[in-house]
């Protein structure tokens, strides 16, 4: 059974950082297709932060690109979201998605993270 779990959340002024972690388990590197990060702020839909596609390519969201950064560390099963230069803009409940090669979505239960102007 696949399992994600999140975690980093927090409370923050604007213009600081925190740094987000995505720990996976039932499921090895290898069998993943893409992890991600997506966040949902009140009353918006969800939307993409950063993904990171076959362990090589990253993308991000226009408006993280530059104060965000995606990485991963295998051997630990985690994903990472490095956030930089937060705004209020960017407060929401992120949550963690794993897709793996058969194509089946895994979530979190998200963490939430609030940038106080």
């Known amino acids: 059974q696949v399992q994600v779990v999140e975690s980093g959340g927090g409370l923050v002024q604007a213009g600081g950082s925190l740094k987000l972690s995505c720990t996976y388990s039932?499921?090895?590197?290898?069998?993943?297709?893409?992890m991600g990060w997506y966040r949902q702020a009140p009353g918006k839909e969800r939307e993409m932060v950063a993904v990171?596609?076959?362990?090589?390519?990253?993308k991000y969201g226009d408006s993280v690109q530059g104060r965000f950064t995606v990485s991963t560390d295998n051997p630990k099963k985690t994903m990472y979201l490095q956030m930089n230069s937060l705004k209020p803009d960017d407060s929401g409940v992120y949550y963690c998605k794993i897709v793996s090669a058969y194509r089946r979505d895994y979530w979190g239960q998200g963490t939430q993270v609030t940038v106080s102007s």
């Open positions: 990171i596609i076959n362990r090589t390519t990253a």
């Open positions: 039932g499921i090895i590197a290898s069998l993943i297709n893409s």
